[in-house]
């Protein structure tokens, strides 16, 4: 029954390295979004899109880039891993505005990001 | 000014007690806004939609406030099954879906 999965529960990375978080969702839906979760600070957006190829960044986008191909598939990289990038990722996706239940996020299990 | 704030607690209240989480936004063109719950090492799940008029999911109220741009839930009763952290959460656009969440509160219920 698992609806939103993102490939990697637990990643250990070198500083430097090239990361990449995938997200899937097999219930159709137009928008997805990632978070990032860390103590204190909340779930704090990265980027989010509404359409394939379409990406808004979301409050902290630096060091992060997303990418769209597909409308099921939603990718997070991060080009030169840093130490301050370890935490805790969450993809999710919605229905798109408008719809009926749009808006409700439904979440994968998250992936947790150390980079040494 | 944070667009979502919350009351990061932590709420230690016993078993029956009712309890009042307050949620703030920057945002006044915000068009929908949603009170998430978070387990421990568990990814947020929603509690329910907040509508203009208020609305009521059994034990749990939430009311929001546009004038004041407040979000309020309310839970009386409180169970054990009721800690955790509770997430405000705000479409902060009316046409697109940036969707913020506050920093929760987290709630500890006690025998």
């Known amino acids: 029954d698992v609806k939103v999965t993102q490939s990697s529960r637990y990643l250990v990375k070198r500083t430097g390295e090239k990361v990449f978080l995938e997200c899937v969702q097999d219930?159709?839906?137009?928008?997805m979004f990632w978070y990032r979760q860390d103590p204190g600070l909340g779930l704090r957006l990265i980027y989010f899109s509404y359409d394939v190829k379409m990406k808004e960044k979301g409050d902290i986008p630096e060091g992060y880039s997303v990418s769209r191909e597909k409308k099921e598939r939603f990718s997070l990289i991060l080009e030169s891993a840093s130490t301050n990038q370890t935490s805790m990722y969450l993809c999710?996706?919605?229905?798109?505005?408008?719809?009926?239940?749009?808006?409700?996020?439904?979440f994968g299990a998250g992936s947790r990001l150390t980079v040494l | 000014r944070k667009e979502v704030e919350q009351d990061p607690g932590p709420f230690n209240v016993p078993e029956g007690a009712t309890v009042a989480f307050n949620c703030t936004y920057s945002?006044?063109?915000?068009?929908?806004f949603f009170w998430y719950r978070q387990d421990c090492r568990k990814e947020p799940k929603l509690l329910m939609s907040v509508y203009s008029s208020g609305n009521e999911d059994g034990r749990f109220t939430a009311q929001l406030n546009r004038a004041s741009q407040y979000i309020s839930l309310l839970i009386r009763d409180s169970k054990l099954s009721d800690s955790a952290t509770y997430l405000c959460?705000?479409?902060?656009?009316?046409?697109?879906?940036?969707?913020?969440f506050g920093s929760g509160t987290r709630l500890s219920i006690r025998p």
């Open positions: 945002n006044s063109a915000s068009q929908s």
């Open positions: 219930m159709d839906h137009e928008n």
């Open positions: 959460v705000v479409n902060m656009y009316s046409s697109a879906s940036k969707i913020i």
């Open positions: 999710a996706s919605s229905l798109r505005t408008g719809a009926p239940g749009a808006n409700v996020l439904t």
